[in-house]
């Protein structure tokens, strides 16, 4: 089972930019689907955005859409996510998960998960 290390978050003013990174070990990664997800306090985790095992399909909510990019580098074990225009309603913990499907946006098709990076975005 791959072991997944998120990093990147921050505080940041409402309108500016992020970079999270996602690094995986402890196995083949270029095969999993892999994805980010968001649990803000009091709410149900959420999902923001999904990437196939080699790049090709992505998938975003209408929430995040135009303003979040997934992307990743097998040849770095990585995945990203560069979120541009925050909004306070994106402040939550970020988390990144690997399926074993190609493509997932359910939290209930992924095996893997890291422990979490905190996003905050100031008014």
Known sequence: ????????????????????SC???GGIVSVYGMAWF???????????AAISW??????YPDSVKGRFTISR???????????????PEDTAI??????????ASRASDFRSWGQGTQVTVSS
């Open 94 to 103: 970020y988390y990144c998960a690997a399926s074993p499907l190609v493509i």
């Open 1 to 20: 089972q791959v072991q997944l290390v998120e990093s990147g978050g921050g505080l940041v003013q409402a309108g500016g930019s992020l970079r999270l």
């Open 38 to 48: 968001r649990q803000a306090p009091g709410k149900e985790r959420e999902f923001v």
């Open 73 to 87: 580098d097998n040849a770095k074990n990585t995945m990203y996510l560069q979120m541009n225009s925050l909004k």
């Open 54 to 59: 080699n790049g090709g399909l992505r998938d």
């Open 23 to 25: 690094v995986a070990s």
